[in-house]
């Protein structure tokens, strides 16, 4: 069945350095991707999405690439700040999935200033 | 729109009592989702529905847990008897499905947070 892999937290980083995130996914075809982001005490939101091999979701300074090759969708962004502490989910829609996101295991970021 | 809506925020219940939860999702969404969040098992999908009806509830854990969608507007997940174990943040997320349409976003509720004791 469908599965996301993502790299194991606590992440810890100073303010103003660069931030990378892994994902790896398992799925049949060609799922679409997401990544969200839970802010301490929320729901989660939506953070960027890519919905065929090769598109670059981005929001917020925060870009992901789905590379099919390698069956990734990594976080990056340049130069995190303090208000990105949260905690990051990667997820999955496969085609034959109706409606259903499958979600990583979640990875806490901490930004210290 | 107040985007979705759950209620309560908190609940601290006995074990062995019946436990409700409520959902309202955004107006105009025809897909609506349960998930449990926990530290051990992180986030998962218990059931979902689809304009009212319940398509998939492959992960409601056990007989205890059943949800309800009586309208488009409102949904409740219900466990009885509760048990500690139960004890986990429990978010509602709604979106609108289209067939063949492009990906839209599911939006999430602040969740309800259950503490069995």
């Known amino acids: 069945g469908d599965s996301v892999t993502q790299m194991e937290g606590p992440v810890t980083l100073s303010e103003e350095a660069f931030l990378t995130i892994n994902c790896t996914y398992t799925a049949t075809g060609y799922p679409s991707l997401f990544w969200y982001v839970q802010y301490p005490g929320e729901g989660l939101q939506l953070l960027l999405k890519?919905?065929?091999?090769?598109d670059k979701g981005s929001n917020k300074g925060f870009e992901a690439t789905y590379r099919k090759e390698t069956t990734s969708f990594h976080l990056e962004k340049g130069s995190v700040q303090v208000s990105d502490s949260a905690v990051y989910f990667c997820?999955?829609?496969?085609?034959?999935?109706?409606?259903?996101?499958?979600f990583g295991e979640g990875t806490q970021l901490t930004v210290n200033p | 729109d107040a985007g979705v809506i759950q209620s309560p925020r908190h609940e601290v219940t006995e074990m062995g009592q019946e436990v409700t939860l409520r959902c309202k999702p955004i107006s105009g969404h025809n897909s609506l989702f349960w998930y449990r969040q926990t530290m051990m098992r992180g986030l998962e999908l218990l059931i979902y529905f689809n304009n009212n009806v319940p398509i998939d509830d492959s992960g409601m854990p056990e007989d205890r847990f059943s949800a309800k969608m009586p309208n488009a507007s409102f949904s409740t997940l219900k466990i009885q008897p509760s048990e500690p174990r139960d004890s986990a943040v429990y978010f509602c997320a709604s979106r609108i499905e289209v067939f063949l349409a492009s990906e839209t976003e599911a939006f999430f509720g602040q969740g309800t947070r259950l503490t069995v004791v």
């Open positions: 997820a999955l829609k496969g085609r034959a999935s109706g409606s259903r996101l499958t």
């Open positions: 890519a919905t065929k091999a090769d």
